[in-house]
Each structure stands twice: as structure tokens, then as C-alpha cells.
Nanobody, 115 residues
């Protein structure tokens, strides 16, 4: 089992920045990759970024250059640095950990970008 706790969401003005954190606990040795997803009201959940256990990263094309995913293995934490935020970035952001056999989700953290 893997437990995930997100934090760092909040209200920010357009053009501002936020850093989300996802702290993992439990069977963290089994995690193959971690992801950030987001879901805006009335829309499907979409992939934001991915970081593998080896540190390689991938991003949604539309977010490249503004968002950065990183990890601190000593703290068992994955981060999502979000810059130049836009109102359309408003969503609940979810952390996801994938093992060979399971997928685990955090509870989500709300990010609201005001215009």
C-alpha cells in the first residue's frame, strides 16, 4: 500500500506561482513512477506531468515550460512547480503513484487562479 498526501494548493493571481507537494508513505520502494493530474470543473481528469523512479520526466505538451515536476527521495516527496499560472489552470490537482500492480491516488488539492 502507498499513501499520498498533497499540499500546497490555494488561491493565486494570474501570472503567479505555486508549488504543490505530494508526500508518499508506505511501500514507496514499489513505486515505478509518480504523476500529477488535474481535473477542472466539468472536465475530464488530465495528465500534467510524470516522473519515473529514475528521475526522467514528461509533461503535457500544453504545459511544457511553465510546470516542472521534481522529487526529493530523502523526503519521499514529489513536487510540481507551477509558474505563470493562468485562470485555465484552475483545477483540483491529484498525485498518483503507480506500481507494477496498483495505482494510488491522493485526495487532491485545489488550485484556483484568479484573473
Amino acid at each position: 500500500q502507498v499513501q499520498l498526501v498533497e499540499s500546497g494548493g490555494g488561491l493565486v493571481q494570474a501570472g503567479g506561482s505555486l508549488t504543490l507537494s505530494c508526500a508518499a508513505s508506505g511501500s514507496i520502494f514499489s513505486i515505478a513512477a509518480m504523476y500529477w493530474y488535474r481535473q477542472a470543473p466539468g472536465k475530464q481528469r488530465e495528465l500534467v506531468a510524470r516522473i519515473s523512479s529514475g528521475g526522467s520526466t514528461n509533461y503535457a505538451d500544453s504545459l511544457k515550460g511553465r510546470f516542472t515536476i521534481s522529487r526529493d527521495n530523502a523526503k519521499n516527496t514529489v513536487y510540481l512547480q507551477m509558474n505563470s499560472l493562468k485562470p485555465e489552470d484552475t483545477a483540483v490537482y491529484y498525485c498518483n503513484a503507480v506500481t507494477l500492480t496498483n495505482s494510488y491516488w491522493g485526495q487532491g488539492t485545489q488550485v484556483t487562479v484568479s484573473s
